[in-house]
């Protein structure tokens, strides 16, 4: 199976950024803190970790407030506006490594968060959940230390598949409305419904800007054979295609390791997606949560 992506964002021990080292496809991961008007033109960000050896891979992106996506044709001259809308989710978490921001999450129970493999970084990761976004805490913030972190031990870094990883909090989060956990779905996802993404990634494409809240959108599930005849020889069962063919909806770099929320229950998690976000014939691609209901409470419960 040819892998045709890359982590969504890349840092470098030292924390600067790096070009992915695969162009066709790229992982939507670590950002780097300084989110904002930060312009980087037809590089895609992507994380480096051990498991992946420093492999990126494809992202997605989230959206920006009422934008409305140009009506024009793809070229590599033209920058794509990402639909979505700012909004707050109490289950979504923001990973740092430091002050570093790297990835999306979902809290899932009070002491654990659900994020993707390609996320690790080696150390302590601290997790921040109830606040506005990487650069305004709010009062609400609540924030921990990483105890322990587990990836799922069949990841395979060059194909992305078994893309997930639990973060164990060194203390329990206090539930309230701005910080509560996700369920998670109890049956795979349909062929087109309607299900919505979120993160702080890049609202633009290829040439990306980050916002400073959280942005949501809209996406429909594609069916698994048609994400096949999209992406020939990289989707596997454990994978789940979303995208929008109506609009720009996507999840882009910086999106990394992010929810896939269906029917109000954690469905999947941002993984990988084309090198240009946004594209209406090329959906993102998803980690299939119902393939790893077990081991996700197995393991839970015995640490």
């Not at 045709?4 to 939507?28: I, K």
């Not at 994400?227 to 020889?233: E, H, L």
Request: hydrophobic fraction near 30%; proline fraction near 12%; charge should be positive.
């Amino acid at each position: 199976m040819r892998p045709p992506h890359a982590p969504r964002d890349p840092l470098s021990t030292s924390g600067a950024l790096q070009p992915p080292r695969r162009t066709q496809f790229h992982v939507w991961g670590c950002l780097p803190s300084t989110l904002g008007a930060l312009q980087l033109p037809h590089v895609h960000l992507g994380c480096p970790t051990s498991a992946s050896g420093g492999h990126q891979m494809p992202q997605d992106a989230p959206h920006h407030p009422p934008w409305r996506p140009p009506t024009i044709s793809a070229s590599r001259n033209v920058l794509w506006v990402l639909e979505g809308t700012s909004c707050d989710l109490p289950w979504q978490a923001a990973l740092f490594k430091g002050d570093k921001f790297i990835c999306g999450g979902t809290l899932v129970a009070r002491n654990w968060v659900l994020t993707a493999a390609h996320c690790h970084v080696p150390g302590y990761i601290n997790v921040r959940l109830g606040g506005r976004g990487p650069k305004d805490p709010g009062v609400s913030e609540q924030r921990r230390l990483s105890a322990k972190v587990i990836s799922y031990p069949r990841y395979d870094p060059a194909t992305k598949d078994g893309d997930l990883m639990l973060v164990k909090l060194l203390q329990p989060v206090h539930i309230n409305e701005r910080v509560k956990p996700l369920p998670l779905a109890s049956h795979c996802p349909v062929p087109g419904k309607t299900c919505q993404i979120s993160g702080w990634g890049s609202t633009t494409s290829p040439e990306v800007t980050f916002p400073e809240d959280l942005h949501c959108a809209k996406v429909t599930i594609v069916s698994e054979e048609q994400c096949r005849r999209i992406y020939p020889g990289s989707i596997t069962p454990n994978m789940v295609c979303a995208g929008e063919p109506r609009n720009r909806a996507d999840s882009c770099q910086g999106d990394s390791g992010g929810p896939l929320v269906c029917d109000g229950r954690l469905q999947g998690i941002v993984s990988w997606g084309p090198g240009v976000c946004g594209d209406p014939q090329k959906p993102g691609v998803y980690v299939n949560l119902c393939k790893y209901t077990r081991w996700i409470q197995e393991t839970m419960r015995r640490n």
